[in-house]
């Protein structure tokens, strides 16, 4: 099956409800015009370079999602354009996003990563850095900043209960954080967890966000 083809499957499984993020880290121009032909607007990138690239090439009505691990120091080739970033983990990075934002006069809306996933390397906040970062006095001036939600990502196993448990936390951690903090705030309401191979359980536990990129593009080959 074609790239188009997929598409049009996994949009089949996604409610109205739910926004679906193709993932196109390592796809080419072509492949993401292949579903941008299609009404697609909304692309994840997990390198700064490569997302640049593919911002200045490709048409100006696309959502650019930023997915992955954010480095301070490339805040700004970004800052001008990106619609969505997905996987801010700390207070020092949001204060660089809320200074690039100024610059750029614009406000970028933001997820906060927790870490739900059982293994050492995954990024994001606890719950405790969580609560801490949104009580902090530094956060409460950062106008050019919004935050929009969390985001997360399960542990990579073939145990579905762990994985739903995960994503029940979420839900719950984002349904507290909401009432504690964002009640007046129609801006927060975004969960994006669930990737291709944990998608629809992430769905079933609250998702409104998914980020999809192997079902829609095929296996990635990062020697391309
Ligand atoms: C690569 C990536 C995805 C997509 O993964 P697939 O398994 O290809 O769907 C989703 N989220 C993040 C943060 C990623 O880095």
Same mark, same amino acid.
């Given at each position: @099956? ?45 390198? +700064? ?29 970004? !800052?001008?354009? +990106? ?8 207070? %020092?990075?949001? %204060?660089?996003?809320?200074? #690039? ?18 293994? #050492? ?43 739903? #448990? #995960? ?7 984002? +349904? ?16 994006? @967890? ?7 359980? !992430? ?22």
């Amino acid at each position: @099956m074609g790239i188009t083809e997929n598409y049009q499957q996994v949009l089949q499984t996604i409610p109205e409800n739910v926004a679906l993020v193709a993932v196109s880290k390592t796809r080419t121009v072509a492949e993401i015009k292949d579903i941008y032909t299609l009404g697609c607007r909304d692309f994840g990138e997990n390198k +700064v370079q490569e997302l640049t690239q593919k911002y200045k090439t490709l048409p100006k009505d696309i959502t650019w999602h930023f997915i992955g691990h954010l480095q301070s120091n490339k805040v700004k080739y970004i !800052a001008p354009f +990106v619609g969505l970033l997905h996987g801010i983990d700390s207070l %020092k990075l949001l %204060k660089t996003v809320n200074k #690039e934002a100024i610059k750029n006069n614009r406000v970028i809306p933001c997820l906060l990563q927790l870490k739900i996933a059982s293994e #050492e390397t995954k990024y994001g906040l606890f719950q405790h850095d969580l609560i801490e970062l949104l009580e902090h006095d530094d956060f409460q001036i950062l106008k050019n900043i919004r935050v929009v939600g969390l985001m997360g990502m399960a542990t990579f196993t073939s145990d579905k209960q762990q994985v739903q #448990e #995960e994503f029940e936390y979420l839900k719950r951690l984002f +349904v507290s954080i909401k009432q504690q903090y964002f009640t007046n705030s129609d801006y927060f309401k975004h969960i994006s @967890m669930g990737m291709s191979g944990d998608y629809t359980l !992430a769905i079933n536990c609250g998702s409104t966000m998914v980020r999809i990129g192997t079902t829609i593009f095929g296996e990635r080959n990062y020697n391309k």
